[in-house]
């Protein structure tokens, strides 16, 4: 008898390993997409998150650039106290004031409403803008500036910076009011500003 060379025989791989190795084979491809699906999303949130301080930044500058060298109008939201006369010192020259205000401000996301108390006082001889500045964790920005508040006149309400309020969380915050003086008659801001400490509660 003569031996055939030609054929060998194969054992068959039992179907057991097959499923196995498929099984395998799946979980390995899962894997990667997670790991692969995971990563895209956090590349999403962290191009999310630098867009969101990219944005934050432009708001931060543009509100802290504002305050005018030449007094503004008068201020639509400020009410005034005095009736009759204004008794008042309209030199707009020397002379001290005690300011009238509360430290605490309350302002919600809702409606973007401030709700506040400062009075430029009837004795002043000096118009004033305000401004509240917020301590984000991204640094101090302006959240509020008024136009100008003359001497007898109170602010209650006013609407803050919609772009800043937008990207603040609900929260406290510390904070300042900034009051720049202007003179009376000529208009020209002074050399000196007045910082006050305040707290800021951001609402829904």
């Not at 934050?56 to 009759?84: F, H, L, R, W």
């Not at 309350?106 to 004033?128: C, E, L, R, W, Y």
């Amino acid at each position: 008898m003569k031996e055939n060379k030609g054929s060998r025989f194969k054992k068959p791989i039992p179907s057991g390993l097959v499923r196995a190795i498929a099984i395998a084979v799946s979980v390995a491809v899962l894997t990667f997409t997670v790991i692969f699906i995971t990563d895209r999303i956090e590349e999403q949130r962290i191009a999310d998150e630098l867009s969101r301080q990219a944005e934050i930044s432009k708001a931060v500058e543009e509100a802290n650039n504002k305050v005018p060298e030449i007094a503004p109008k008068k201020d639509e939201n400020a009410e005034n106290t005095v009736s009759g006369p204004f008794p008042g010192n309209t030199s707009g020259e020397g002379g001290s004031v005690t300011l009238e205000y509360t430290d605490q401000v309350v302002i919600s996301k809702a409606t973007g409403i401030v709700n506040m108390h400062f009075k430029n006082p009837i004795t002043s001889n000096q118009d004033m803008v305000i401004q509240i500045a917020i301590q984000g964790k991204n640094g101090e920005y302006i959240i509020m500036q008024s136009d100008r508040i003359c001497p007898g006149y109170i602010l209650r309400t006013t609407k803050a910076e919609e772009k800043i309020l937008n990207v603040t969380p609900i929260g406290k915050y510390d904070g300042f009011y900034y009051i720049y003086y202007y003179n009376m008659n000529t208009g020209n801001r002074a050399v000196i500003n007045t910082q006050i400490p305040i707290e800021i509660t951001v609402t829904n």
